[in-house]
């Protein structure tokens, strides 16, 4: 990288927290060592090493030095390469603040409300997550209505913090759909979410990284398998 920096991103092409900061790199330009973790099979020396308290991913090394969290990466980026690519954060402080509430509703409520109806523990536990669902993207319809005032996305006239956070969850939205037939965003109900969704979807910056909603499919039909098949193991050592 330009001005000495190395950056190398620890991640696992499926997890919409490392899309986040794979998208944020993106935008902004900036080229980076990928490294991908088998979380599955057993987490590398350098993961555990960079990330000892929660030994997740995604983790950004920047010149040896490593940043956990996704929301935190994402401003750690922003604040680190101020002077390239577009800014994600805004400058004014209220604008800063309206961003990260709207970023930490989407992982609080929006993300919840996903894991829930996907991989509820019982139809009725699914069901309430689609419910939730619904409800929070509905709330979210009203924040970008209301800070994007019209303009095409979060950001206003250009992609900003919240639209890549909600941005991570995509591909597993458009798996669900594509693999369950559920409608996650509706646009009867949420027509600005379904307009922004292709909009940022198809932008240059965006469309390279996004993962193959084939490949999230087939892996998403494989955790619920292994889900399906550990309850039936632990049902069977409880009788």
């Known amino acids: ?56 991913v995604p983790v950004l090394i920047h010149n040896g030095k490593p940043v956990c969290e996704s929301l935190i990466i994402l401003q750690y980026i922003d604040e680190a390469f101020a002077g390239t690519g577009p800014t994600l954060l805004p400058a004014d402080p209220y604008e800063r603040a309206v961003a990260r509430f709207w970023a930490a509703y989407i992982d609080d409520k929006v993300l919840a409300a996903w894991m829930q109806a996907s991989r509820g523990k019982t139809e009725e536990d699914k069901a309430e997550g689609r419910k ?7 709330t979210l319809e009203g924040a970008l209505r209301d800070c994007g005032k019209g303009k095409p996305f979060f950001g206003g006239d250009s992609v900003g913090f919240v639209d890549v956070v909600l941005g991570g969850l995509l591909g597993w939205v458009q798996a669900n759909e594509e693999a369950f037939g ?8 949420t027509p600005l979410l379904v307009a922004w969704s292709e909009r940022f979807g198809a932008l240059e910056t965006v469309e390279p990284v ?30």
């Open 182 to 189: 559920i409608e996650s965003l509706d646009p009867q109900r």
């Open 132 to 138: 939730q669902w619904f409800v929070a993207v509905e």
């Open 210 to 239: 996004m993962p193959e909603v084939s490949r999230l499919v087939e892996l998403g039909k494989m955790v619920l398998a292994r889900g399906r098949e550990a309850a039936a193991v632990a049902a069977g050592a409880s009788n």
């Open 1 to 56: 990288m330009a001005g000495g920096d190395e950056l190398k991103l620890l991640g696992m092409w499926a997890s919409p927290f490392v899309l986040r900061v794979k998208l944020a790199l993106s935008i902004k330009g900036l080229s980076y060592e990928y490294v991908e973790e088998d979380i599955f099979g057993g987490k590398s020396e350098l993961l555990l090493k960079s990330n000892p308290v929660h030994n997740k």
